[in-house]
């Protein structure tokens, strides 16, 4: 699929800070999506984003859930070479791993007649699974198009006795079912000259660059309104990524394109193959995920077993990517036949099934700023803090930094429960679980609030009555998230916010901040924001002057969030290039550091 032949790691279930929390919902919170069960439009592809690239990313981040579908040439072969299996690498790179030459594979296509696809049941699995979009192999790195192109012959109209474009099929069920429709697409392409190279780092020779533009123009001019791109592999230059991009942007003013067209050109973060979140990371990104992770095209002796494990492992997945404030696009690998694998159907419905007896919540909520639980995720919407219990054993459930009183504490998806009994410990609330879990996917529970949630981040810092406090360099807490260079093994992580949290004593109508020791990229411009009120400061300003005046109410309201970000980043992971010693919290506006 999409990364490298050989599949990364997998990084283990993260937690979220209590500093990315108090931010990471960036305040956008999606429209409640239609119940699978009702086959109806959804409404989060009512509207076509303007141009403006933040209106066109909060429509995608607002979509949340999209079901990614690989199905090309590779899939008639099923991960099987001459009778045997192919054990090396992703199934749908099967050209590459098992060596086979231009001439043998393209003899496949003649069987190629998938006479079991149909793209309304696809669509239809998508919604039946909550999904919100469809990304759709348009070309993988065998150069193998699965559209109408006029660029070359090798595709699935002129080559095979299916003989039809299921990329316009396809986008004919997404806008029937009012669903968004993603491509995806190659930069490595067997077919057009790239020689196999396990970590598919080729670059892109000039002579190639025509066929590249005329398939994006195609594909973005063909098909209707195009709600993501999603590029993969190769290593470009700068030039091309820029290029390539703006193809995109040009001819589908409202797509996203995502961060695997490199060089920083993409609208957003892809995270690696199954990559969970880091602790830190700041929307926008998404999570591409597969049912198995050792493939992303169909293999025919897949080992499959445990649908039900399938279905909590994966709604364990999608809860953190939107606890995190990321998109979560889960795969799956139609048979080359066209039919969609029945036991990846009973996954992907059983997750829609959890989402529905939730009433999607996991895809409504928005991050809730509570500090790390231990035992699973927290989203929040404007009635109450949703608890998913990763980890259910019965008897305490300890809730930090969720001060104040709840209205009552519920097991979401029956309201014919009880309310659970809870009790205060200082800055926690402590919940008393029965001893089996309500949901055997993930239970929910529901605090259900009196007002807004008064939070106390972990490591809050204490502004006395004075209003004099110092904020030191290892108070602050970075948000990151991921620059590239050109192609896969360019990652460098970067800081791309730093945050803080104040807990005064007594409000303070007007305090300043003074930052000492700054050192920050000259020309740069910040966003300062304390609570709800901000200042854009300019790099020479934030060591020259004190910052202000900011409001700060007392402590019954909870900590008030203190971050810096860039005012104007050129792209999402942008690095603040910015260090201080401290800061310090004054009600005068001091000139001296």
């Not at 995270?271 to 049912?291: K, W, Y």
């Amino acid at each position: 699929m999409s990364g490298t032949a050989r599949q990364r790691s997998a990084l283990p279930v993260a937690l979220l800070s209590a500093a990315l929390l108090l931010t990471a919902g960036c305040g956008q919170r999606p429209p409640a999506a239609t119940p699978p069960a009702d086959n109806g439009k959804s409404p989060a592809t009512a509207a076509t984003p303007a141009a403006d690239p933040a209106a066109r990313i909060r429509h995608w981040r607002d979509q949340g859930y999209g079901m990614f579908v690989h199905w090309g040439l590779y899939s008639e072969l099923g991960g099987v070479w001459n009778g045997k299996p192919v054990t090396r690498g992703y199934s749908e790179q099967i050209q590459s791993w098992a060596n086979i030459s231009h001439d043998d594979y393209a003899k496949v296509a003649r069987g190629f007649a998938a006479p079991k696809f149909d793209a309304d049941a696809i669509c239809r699995l998508a919604q039946d699974a909550g999904a919100r979009y469809v990304v759709v192999t348009s070309k993988h790195h065998d150069g193998f198009a699965m559209f109408d192109t006029a660029s070359t012959d090798f595709d699935i109209v002129d080559r095979t006795p299916f003989g039809k474009d299921p990329i316009k099929l396809i986008a004919e069920a997404c806008r029937a079912r009012g669903l968004g429709l993603g491509i995806y697409f190659s930069l490595v392409d067997w077919h057009a000259g790239h020689p196999f190279d396990p970590d598919n780092g080729n670059p892109v020779p000039a002579s190639m660059e025509p066929l590249i533009e005329k398939q994006i123009t195609e594909l973005m001019t063909h098909y209707g309104p195009i709600t993501e791109v999603w590029f993969d592999m190769s290593t470009p230059t700068p030039e091309q990524s820029r290029r390539f991009a703006g193809i995109v942007h040009r001819l589908q003013p409202g797509a996203v394109i995502n961060g695997r067209i490199w060089n920083n050109a993409g609208d957003f973060v892809t995270l690696g193959d199954n990559e969970a979140p880091p602790p830190s990371m700041q929307p926008p990104f998404e999570v591409p995920a597969s049912i198995y992770h050792a493939t992303w095209g169909y293999r025919s002796w897949q080992q499959r077993e445990d649908a039900p494990g399938k279905v909590r492992e994966l709604v364990n997945g999608l809860v953190q990517a939107r606890a995190a404030g990321g998109n979560y696009l889960l795969n799956i690998g139609p048979m080359g036949d066209g039919a969609i694998v029945p036991f990846e159907a009973d996954v992907l419905r059983g997750i829609g099934q959890w989402l529905q007896r939730h009433g999607n919540l996991a895809l409504t909520a928005h991050p809730s700023g509570l500090p790390p639980q231990a035992w699973g995720s927290t989203l929040a919407d404007d009635k109450a803090i949703h608890l998913f219990v990763r980890d259910w054993h019965g008897g305490r459930l300890v809730v930090n930094g969720l001060a104040g009183d709840p209205q009552a504490v519920r097991i979401d998806g029956d309201d014919t429960a009880p309310p659970l009994a809870w009790r205060r410990e200082n800055d926690a609330l402590v919940i008393d679980l029965p001893a089996r879990a309500p949901d055997a996917v993930l239970p929910v529970l529901r605090v259900e609030l009196r007002g807004p949630p008064r939070i106390v981040p972990a490591h809050a810092i204490a502004v006395p009555a004075s209003g004099t406090a110092t904020l030191p360099w290892t108070a602050w807490h970075p948000g990151t998230s991921f620059a590239f260079g050109s192609g896969y093994r360019s990652q460098r992580a970067t800081t791309v916010s730093l945050r803080a949290a104040l807990l005064p004593d007594q409000a303070h109508d007007a305090v300043w901040l003074r930052f000492t020791g700054a050192k920050a990229s000259s020309g740069q411009a910040y966003r300062v924001r304390v609570g709800t009120h901000e200042q854009i400061v300019t790099a020479d300003a934030l060591g020259a002057r004190a910052i202000g005046p900011f409001a700060l109410p007392d402590a019954a309201a909870g900590a008030t969030p203190v971050m810096i970000t860039l005012a104007t980043p050129a792209y999402p992971a942008q690095d603040l290039e910015l260090r201080f010693d401290a800061v310090r919290v004054s009600l005068r506006a001091e000139t001296s550091p």
